[in-house]
């Protein structure tokens, strides 16, 4: 079964605005990840959070982790054109070396 | 120098024939992962690979068959294709350790005539 469900679905913002999206899955986890897909090309690894952590900062980007509730969020601020893209977590299940991802974000940053 | 790097880009064939995917990495990575992504951009681990024994294997049809010949490469050959196949197969590669993160090509898209 899918394990993380990304929200929204589909967001759309002006340049120079923040985006944020949530994940959330269902068991669970030892760590999760974000990772971006622009058009046509694969996934690239963004950011990873350890269960034991709440809050990671790369750059613009940051992350939020809150076992209690199962959900992180991705903040991306100040967004630009090229962050135009899909966005997916991916966790473990307890553990497993298998990483399960959502369904992903995908975000359009107007110029 | 492209890290994972897999051929063809594009595939397009006919129900019923049989066909290969190539993957390589020059990472140094041990781990390697092959991924389906559907129409609606789900992305699903089909197997994985480390040190050329197989680790994961998703319930996939027995007609997708991965094989290692050693730890940078990792080949799917898929037989009897049917049109459901059709979507887009990505490679990944990582070290064994958990937590590591994922190295992907750039894909491969199948489409089933």
């Not at chain 1, 949530?22 to 990772?35: E, F």
């Not at chain 1, 694969?42 to 613009?60: A, D, M, P, T, Y």
């Not at chain 1, 992180?72 to 966005?87: E, F, M, N, V």
């Not at chain 2, 007609?63 to 037989?79: E, G, Q, T, V, W």
Request: aromatic share 8%; hydrophobic share 30%.
């Amino acid at each position: 079964s899918q394990q993380g469900e990304e929200d929204p679905q589909a967001l759309s913002i002006q340049e120079g605005e923040n985006a944020t999206m949530n994940c959330s899955y269902k068991t669970s986890i030892n760590n999760l990840q974000w990772y971006r897909q622009n058009s046509g090309r694969g996934l690239v690894h963004l950011i990873l959070i350890r269960s034991n952590e709440r809050e990671k900062h790369s750059g613009r980007l940051r992350v939020t982790l809150d076992t209690s509730k199962k959900s992180s969020s991705l903040l991306i601020t100040a967004s630009r054109a090229a962050d135009t893209a899909s966005y997916f977590c991916a966790t473990d299940q307890g553990g497993s070396e298998k990483l399960v991802f959502g369904k992903g974000t995908k975000l359009t940053v107007n110029p | 120098d492209t890290a994972v790097s897999q051929t063809p880009k594009y595939l397009v064939t006919q129900m019923g024939n049989d066909k290969s995917i190539k993957c390589e990495q020059n990472l140094g990575h041990d781990t390697m992962y092959w991924y389906k992504q559907d129409s609606k951009k789900f992305l699903k681990i089909m197997f994985s690979y480390n040190n050329k024994e197989l680790i994961i294997n998703e319930t996939v049809p027995n007609r997708f068959s991965p094989k290692s010949p050693d730890k940078a490469h990792l080949n799917l050959h898929i037989n009897s294709l049917e049109l459901g196949d059709s979507a887009v197969y990505f490679c990944a590669s990582s070290q064994y350790r958990r937590g590591q993160p994922q190295h992907f090509g750039d894909g491969t898209r199948l489409s089933i005539l």
